[in-house]
């Protein structure tokens, strides 16, 4: 877990209308914590939700409002597989809607008092939502169905930062000696880049492979060889495949040529400049390791990117490329910013 200050989910923020934000999918909670006879708040593109899971299993996503008096339901709690409203204990089924007035039991209950429900699904371990009608499909943990890996998860951390500047952290192998030093690179040695190419596509972005030296590449804490090749699947879902050569002929034995470290990025957009950051990843080697052996190793590289992107300002990220200055080095960078302009967001940018 991360050791960032809980998230004040009571915050005002920028509501928002860029209508490609509001048709994607984000993750808003791990499954595993949704459990049944609890209430998780969630704020997502400045709107505040309510997530809950029914006695059957099925999660529920809902605006964190009662249209009664227009409380919140966040502070309600379940009874009898219904949320309960805090104020003067209306009742919503799994359906939304209100199936009990206390002041009233055996009237009928109006048609119109209900509960407002958004999409949701849950998927590789996370709870999805949408605010909107997205044409596409929930993105895929892109190891899912590969033979021989093992899926984890890491988070989550929340950023006091832009979501688009934490992706773009993401997929930037150049600062892993100065941010990750000791870690995934040497600052007094710092890995000279080659140029490579970023190809776009219907399904995102995709570069070739970026090899790097790393000390401690990976949870067996030893030096590697990585090839990275990065993805990013929506403008807020990122993802790397990682290959890890092992540098040491000694320690060879403790994998093989085939090995990866895949992972993939998530970012709950809570405002403009407030991101939940949640990590699905997997590795097909180092079978005797558990979730709990790999997160510290997590925890301390996510942490130290939160630490350097929320010192980076404008916070919002410009998609203008005349704003900042852009090396050939960062030519995954420049094609995500170029991407989002195309895309036509506004939320989060400054164009
Ligand atoms: S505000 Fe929810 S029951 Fe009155
Ligand atoms: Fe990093």
């Not at 877990?1 to 915050?11: E, G, H, Q, W």
């Not at 350097?308 to 094609?335: C, K, N, Y």
Request: glycine share 6%; hydrophobic share 40%.
């Amino acid at each position: 877990m991360s050791d960032a200050p809980a998230l004040d989910t009571t915050a005002v923020s920028r509501l928002c209308d860029d209508p490609v934000m509001l048709d994607d999918w984000y993750p808003v909670a791990r499954s595993r914590e949704i459990v049944a006879g609890t209430i998780t708040p969630a704020t997502l593109l400045g709107r505040d939700l309510i997530v809950w899971r029914d006695a059957a299993g099925a999660v529920h996503v809902w605006d964190d409002l009662c249209i009664h008096r227009g409380a919140r339901l966040s502070k309600g709690w379940i009874k009898d597989d219904t949320v309960v409203c805090p104020y003067h204990g209306w009742r919503f089924d799994g359906q939304a809607r209100c199936v009990h007035i206390p002041v009233a039991p055996d009237q009928p209950i109006p048609p119109k008092a209900r509960a407002f429900p958004v999409r949701a699904q849950e998927q590789d371990g996370l709870v999805w939502a949408t605010l909107g009608k997205p044409a596409h499909p929930i993105p895929a943990f892109p190891a899912r169905d590969l033979p021989g890996f093992r899926i984890f998860h890491a988070g989550p951390y929340v950023y006091r930062a832009n979501g688009f500047r934490a992706v773009e952290n993401f997929v930037d192998a150049t600062h892993f000696p100065f941010v990750h030093s000791g870690l995934n690179g040497v600052p007094d040695a710092p890995d000279i880049i080659p140029d490579y190419d970023v190809t776009r596509s219907a399904d995102g972005l995709v570069s070739s492979e970026i090899s790097v030296f790393q000390p401690v590449g990976d949870f067996r804490k030893i030096p590697v060889q990585a090839g990275y090749t990065y993805y990013c699947l929506r403008p807020l879902v990122a993802a790397f495949s990682k290959r890890v050569r092992i540098v040491d002929p000694a320690q060879a034995h403790l994998g093989s040529p085939d090995d990866r470290f895949v992972t993939m990025f998530t970012v709950q957009p809570v405002d403009e400049v407030t991101s939940v950051a949640r990590v699905v990843f997997a590795i097909n080697f180092a079978p005797d390791l558990t979730e709990a052996d790999m997160l510290p190793r997590q925890d301390i590289v996510y942490n130290q990117d939160r630490d350097i992107v929320e010192t980076q300002r404008p916070e919002r990220i410009p998609v203008d490329l005349r704003a900042e200055m852009h090396h050939r080095s960062d030519r995954m960078g420049v094609a995500y910013r170029r991407w989002l302009r195309d895309l036509g967001i506004t939320y989060g940018v400054i164009a």
